[in-house]
């Protein structure tokens, strides 16, 4: 055989075969690495995309953070104040309490000072009469008499 022949037989052969490929084989292998090409970009856009919404997410977390933090606060100052308020109004109501009990021992004390000089009084006119009994009982002598009567006399002052 020829090598120009061959050759050119090959040459045919090997367009037959580029023009085949070009047709058949060139498009599929071309769409399924462009296809890769936009799934691989789509990857890459869904990854900044992601990145982007997690810093949103980090900063509005860090907002609901602030947020809960500024209310945790007011809520432990509410807290606080009101528990100020209810100690200051405890101790007022204590120190009523207080004034009442003092000032209600005190008029029981008046009253029982009151009772007892009551008493005093009825047991001194006791001695007293029972005094001028022994005396008009008796009717010693008058010095005895006078005695008698400074003695009770004395004594209702003491008791007084």
């Keep these: 055989m020829n090598l120009n ?20 084989i060139w498009p599929n292998l071309i ?12 990857a890459l856009n869904s990854v900044k995309t992601a990145q ?3 810093k949103l997410s980090q900063e509005k977390a860090k907002k609901y953070l602030q947020k809960a933090k500024i209310k945790s606060r007011n ?3 509410k807290a606080n104040q009101e ?3 209810f100690l200051k109004d405890a101790i007022i109501e204590a120190k009523k309490k207080k004034k009442e009990i003092i000032s209600q021992g005190y ?3 008046l009253d029982a000072k009151k009772r007892m000089h009551e008493e005093l009084k009825k047991d001194v006119i006791n001695l ?11 009717s010693i002598n008058e010095k005895i008499n006078n005695d008698i009567i400074k003695k009770s006399i004395l004594n209702l002052e003491i008791n007084i």
């Design 107 to 109: 008029l029981e004390v």
């Design 128 to 138: 007293i009469i029972m005094a001028t009994e022994k005396i008009l009982e008796d």
């Design 5 to 24: 022949a061959t050759l050119f037989g090959q040459t045919i052969a090997f367009i037959i075969f580029v023009f085949f490929c070009m047709k058949y």
């Design 31 to 42: 769409a399924s690495i462009e296809k890769r090409q936009r799934d691989i970009e789509n």
């Design 75 to 77: 809520i432990i100052l």
């Design 83 to 85: 528990k100020e308020t």
């Design 52 to 54: 982007i919404n997690l």
